[in-house]
């Protein structure tokens, strides 16, 4: 099996690729190629001769049409512009969320095989004032920022496309993912991996919501098996919609915090100091905090560790 990564060398695409090659799957992995921006830190061949890279930023669809064309098998695309960055770069959010999904499944028109692809959504593409408290599969997609907009065409583009035969679509439509390592990127819930992150590493981290603001979150570990499960999936147990919610849970900014110390009880951490950015909370807030994921449930796609399994697990891969 021949699998492409967009977005290979991020956090999500790192974990999923490592992950990949590790790991027993349903079929025999011969390859994984990594399209991105930058090279990925963990990418060796002599490490493991099944991977590769690629540097593209997706808007070159003749060399993406050229890396298809090598009878590829499942394409995971998660390669995007993010929330805060597509707010203010409407143009780059266009040309990478949009266009470059597009250059992708069109390249797939051209191969012989309908080749699974599996694309990464988000709660961004909820919102609205008639937006329920509780949001679940059916509910109406009206995003309210740049983002979410992006990420409802990618539905209705990849619904269309496996409708027609190109591809075998399957969407994860994920929360807030933590807790990421590394730098802060351009997200406007980056804040929720950041509240953890800086002060496990004794920094100080500068909180831009109010603690009051609910958000839905998910550890990064259930994301990935949950996008290998996806891939796995028989396609008739999908139905018309390519899209699930992802397993997820509501909790506050000071349910976190009080979560973190309540783990790391003890242990000398950095000061978190309230910044509020309206910016910020202007977007968080419009996202739903109460996403129940039926389909994924259904689907075998269930499990939704605590947030204290999620600061352990990540103390133990990171920190330790």
């Known amino acids: ?164 035969g190109y591809i075998d679509g399957r969407g994860a439509r994920l929360p807030t993912i933590i807790i990421r390592p590394g730098r802060a990127n351009k997200a406007a819930s980056s804040f929720a991996s950041g509240l953890f992150r800086e002060p496990l590493s004794g920094k100080k981290h500068f909180l831009p919501v109010n603690r009051n603001t609910k958000i839905a979150v998910g550890g990064y570990n259930d994301a990935i098996q949950g996008l290998i499960q996806l891939s796995e999936i028989d396609r008739s147990l999908m139905g018309d919609d390519c899209t699930i919610n992802f397993p997820n849970f509501g909790i506050t900014v000071s349910e976190m915090i009080n979560s973190l110390y309540q783990v790391t009880s003890g242990m000398t951490l950095g000061e978190i100091i309230d910044r509020p950015d309206e910016s910020i909370q202007s977007i968080c807030e419009r996202w739903p905090s109460n996403v129940s994921y039926e389909r994924a449930a259904k689907l075998g796609i269930n499990k939704c560790s605590n947030i204290k399994n999620i600061i352990t697990d990540y103390i133990g891969d990171y920190l330790e």
């Open 1 to 164: 099996m021949k699998i492409i990564i967009t977005g290979g060398s991020g956090f999500l695409g790192s974990k999923l690729t490592q992950k990949l090659l590790n790991s027993d799957t349903k079929n025999v992995i011969d390859k994984i190629i990594i399209m991105d921006v930058i090279e990925p830190f963990y990418f060796s061949e002599k490490i493991d001769s099944r991977i590769s890279f690629v540097k593209s930023d997706l808007t070159e669809l003749k060399q993406i049409k050229d890396i298809l064309k090598n009878n590829i098998d499942t394409i995971f695309h998660l390669a995007s512009v993010v929330s805060a960055d597509a707010e203010e770069n409407l143009d780059k959010a266009m040309k990478v969320n949009v266009v470059g999904i597009l250059n992708l499944l069109n390249a797939c028109r051209d191969i012989t095989t309908s080749p699974k692809f599996i694309f990464t959504s988000s709660f961004a593409a909820f919102g609205g004032s008639s937006m329920p408290d509780n949001v679940n599969d059916n509910t109406k997609i009206v995003p309210q920022n740049t983002y979410g907009m992006t990420k409802v065409i990618n539905e209705l583009i990849v619904n269309d496309y496996t409708r027609k």
